[in-house]
């Protein structure tokens, strides 16, 4: 058990908005924005997000050196990332068994704290982490269109299809892309104290995950996710490691009314959030 995990189960209500973007393409539909086929509701998967999380805490928790190099701080780097030998990591832990191993990481790795990881791999194996953060899919409020546009580009690549481009008289090379002209996305998240005991989750590390959220978007712009900004970040704080009030609940006192048939920016939402919640919880409005 660690000493200086936190001691208050959290439970909490992300909303965000995208704007003739893609905020997650799906590969098995030609990267189209994801959708629920029955209802057309649009989703983003968990695991987007947290990519988004990382990303931000690796460029705040790094020093960057005068020859491009980043070098993390201690206890902050980065598990699953890019260019990372998984296997490699886990075999170079410290201790000579699984469990000091798994402790070793959870140290040295924010993400296998806050997320949990899958560390039973390679030669040297570390068991599983459970962690004490989980994202739901963020879910649109309302359908979504998934539109389609022709792009166009004047270069070419090879000097066969500068030949080709030549015999249709300097046409153009056609490409796709896709976007939601507008979407509203509400994801739910839970934070165990129970698991942030095992993995060592810390006051800090919480800290580093609200600010996370409110700033992914910033440090993760593109021409293919258009604009994506916060809108509300509703957390719901619990007085014990337990919980005072089931997370249905409390998530229920947030709603969303729409005021306008056809939503194309934040103002066409109204956001009502119940102000009395169950005794034992506090309401804290991040955003």
């Known amino acids: 058990m660690t000493t200086n995990s936190i001691k208050n189960r959290y439970d909490f209500v992300f909303l965000f908005d ?16 994801r959708v629920d086929a029955e209802n057309q509701e649009g989703l983003i998967t968990d695991v987007c997000i947290k990519r988004k999380v990382r990303n931000y805490v690796q460029l705040k928790k790094s020093n960057f050196g005068e020859d491009g190099n980043n070098t993390p701080e201690k206890g902050f780097d980065i598990f699953i990332k890019q260019g990372s030998y998984l296997n490699n990591t886990i075999e170079s832990a410290k201790g000579d068994t699984p469990q000091k191993r798994q402790g070793s990481i959870c140290n040295d790795f924010f993400d296998v704290r806050t997320f949990g990881a899958v560390l039973a791999t390679g030669e040297k194996g570390a068991g599983t982490v459970r962690g004490p953060v989980q994202f739901t899919f963020s879910r649109s409020e309302d359908r979504i269109y998934q539109a389609e546009h022709s792009i166009t580009r004047c270069a070419v690549t090879t000097e066969k299809e500068a030949k080709a481009q030549e015999k249709r008289e300097n046409a153009s090379t056609f490409g796709r892309k896709s976007t939601v002209p507008y979407a509203l996305y509400r994801m739910h998240g839970f934070v165990s104290a129970v698991d942030a005991q095992k993995s060592g989750f810390s006051e800090e590390d919480l800290s580093l995950l609200w600010e996370a959220l409110l700033n992914a978007f910033e440090h993760d712009r593109a021409a293919a996710r258009g604009e994506m900004n916060p809108r509300k970040l509703i957390v719901f704080k619990h007085n014990n490691h337990l919980g ?19 939503p194309r920016s934040w103002g066409d939402y109204t956001v009502t959030i119940e102000k009395f919640v169950p005794q034992g919880v506090e309401l804290i409005e991040m955003l």
């Open 244 to 262: 005072s009030a089931r997370s249905g609940e409390l998530f229920d006192r947030v709603q969303i009314t729409k005021n306008v048939d056809l």
């Open 18 to 33: 995208v704007k003739d973007g893609n905020p997650n393409g799906d590969p098995d539909q030609a990267n189209l924005p």
